[in-house]
């Protein structure tokens, strides 16, 4: 299901026509598709698209997620446009960076910089679930816009020596929370979070100057923007393009399942560059 939760946009439509406003967009992880030999690996994994950058104004190539069961692969590929983030939500694997294999697990957030050779191993008894968010670097912005310089107007920063080896991190965001992308990535990601909304709160979000994208981990609730409103579980996520807004409210009892009460969301913040504004 990809569709749009405000009365904005009709439902179904994942992009507004140019010059109508946008909804905020509804996506979840049923019926994805089947993917044979993804990034060139041998077997089957499964695909879906939650957002993509027809549907937004920023620096997003797609917000998506995928799943690959035990002992696939999803094979080593380089991005050379793209900066990239994996976020694990089932299941252990290996991360291959340039070739050297990393221990990850659900919770795992992986950044790739630009130039980095990944790819992604199941090594455990279950599924391996996770999100994908691809964020135009400026370099390809710019020549996307026929500009030759980073369209914010900065130097692109220098790596220092340590980061020379592997243009990657991994962080363990069950742990810290909260990641501030750009220490390291390039490109207009600002923040990177895991927020729990309690029992019968909520979470305001307004895309002005930013857009958003939120996945349920855990939990219930519900999506309300202007008149509309539209039921939260694990696995639905909510995608506010530049000019919408969303309350997320969590359900004041506990699930069906035993799960706690309230939501567990993961959240990925981008800041507007001026040049994607003035383009659109």
Request: proline share 5%; charged share 20%.
């Amino acid at each position: 299901m990809t569709t749009a939760v405000t009365d904005t946009a009709a439902a179904g439509d994942t992009a507004a026509t140019a010059g109508e406003p946008r909804g905020v967009l509804l996506a979840d992880v049923t019926t994805p598709a089947d993917v044979h030999g993804v990034h060139g690996a041998a077997g089957l994994s499964h695909w879906k698209c939650l957002a993509g950058r027809h549907d937004l104004t920023g620096e997003w190539e797609a917000v998506e997620w995928a799943s690959i069961p035990p002992g696939g692969v999803s094979g080593e590929h380089r991005h050379t446009r793209t900066e990239e983030l994996y976020f694990l939500l089932s299941g252990e694997g290996e991360m291959y960076l340039d070739g050297t294999p990393h221990a990850v697990s659900a919770g795992s957030l992986i950044l790739t910089g630009l130039g980095t050779v990944h790819g992604l191993v199941n090594t455990g008894t279950t599924r391996l679930d996770w999100l994908v968010a691809e964020i135009r670097s400026p370099h390809t912005s710019g020549a996307l816009r026929g500009r030759t310089t980073n369209p914010s107007g900065d130097a692109p920063r220098r790596r220092t020596e340590e980061e020379a080896d592997v243009n990657a991190r991994i962080h363990r965001l069950d742990d810290e929370q909260r990641i501030d992308p750009t220490t390291f990535l390039t490109g207009p990601l600002r923040l990177i979070e895991t927020v729990t909304v309690a029992a019968g709160e909520s979470l305001d979000l307004a895309a002005t100057g930013t857009e958003h994208t939120v996945f349920v981990l855990s939990g219930s609730g519900t999506a309300v923007s202007g008149d509309s409103e539209a039921p939260l579980g694990p696995g639905v996520s909510v995608t506010l393009p530049r000019g919408t807004s969303a309350r997320i409210r969590a359900d004041r009892s506990g699930t069906a399942d035993g799960a706690p009460d309230g939501l567990r969301l993961f959240h990925a913040e981008l800041s507007l560059t001026t040049a994607a504004v003035e383009d659109e």
